[in-house]
């Protein structure tokens, strides 16, 4: 089956430094999702990558999407506290409904 | 309120007891979707649920779980006979267009 996998699996950041996390599918996908949870929180979506070398920025974050669509990063540029949390990518199913979840990477950082 | 709601958020139970999981989709949606997610892991489909019908159930544990949507009411996550290992966190989903929105989750600990 699919499989997600995501590096490194814990991120530990000065505060204003950057830092790069890591998606690869096991198959191609036809988009990759981010989301976002707090500690005791829900995931919260935050983008869908559907084009193949699709780069897309949300203030400090920078999410590419691979060419062979499989790989996927997210790049935070001045980490800052509010960035604390669990950062998951996730990719469609081939019946598009079910996400493939990877294990996250979870980011701490030191002020 | 349009989002997805969930109750209870926090849910003990002795082991043996049965746990119910309660959630109401995004106003105007008939689809639910309910993933699992173990301490420091991703989370896992359980299954797929639209009013009266199960579309895919592929991630449910074959014995103890049970999943419905009935016509009137939210969809009910129903766990029988609970074991310490089905101790998490089980989230509840609506697909508006891209990506999932999620509830607050339910904590389930198993005493």
């Known amino acids: 089956g699919q499989q997600v996998m995501q590096i490194p699996q814990y991120q530990h950041v000065q505060e204003g430094e950057d830092f790069t996390t890591y998606c690869n599918s096991s198959t191609t996908l036809s988009n990759i999702q981010w989301y976002k949870q707090r500690p005791g929180g829900h995931p919260v979506f935050l983008i869908q990558l559907v084009k193949s070398g699709e780069v897309k920025k949300q203030k400090r974050l920078t999410f590419q999407f691979g060419e062979a669509k499989k790989n996927s990063s997210l790049h935070i540029t001045a980490t800052q506290t509010t960035d604390v949390g669990t950062y998951f990518c996730a990719g469609p199913s081939q019946n598009d409904y079910k996400l493939s979840f990877g294990a996250g990477t979870t980011v701490t950082v030191r002020a | 309120n349009a989002g997805v709601m969930q109750n209870p958020r926090h849910l003990v139970r002795r082991r043996g007891q049965e746990a119910r999981l309660r959630c109401s989709p995004m106003?105007?949606?008939?689809?639910v979707y309910w993933y699992r997610q173990l301490p420091e892991e991703g989370l896992k489909f359980m299954v797929y649920?639209?009013?009266?019908?199960?579309?895919?159930e592929s991630g449910m544990p074959k014995e103890r779980f049970s999943a419905e949507f009935p016509k009137e009411g939210p969809s009910i996550l129903r766990i029988q006979q609970v074991v310490r290992g089905d101790s998490a966190a089980y989230f509840c989903?609506?697909?508006?267009?891209?990506?999932?929105?999620f509830g607050s989750g339910t904590r389930l600990t198993v005493v």
């Open positions: 649920l639209q009013k009266e019908n199960i579309i895919d």
């Open positions: 989903a609506s697909s508006p267009g891209h990506g999932y929105t």
């Open positions: 106003k105007g949606h008939s689809h």
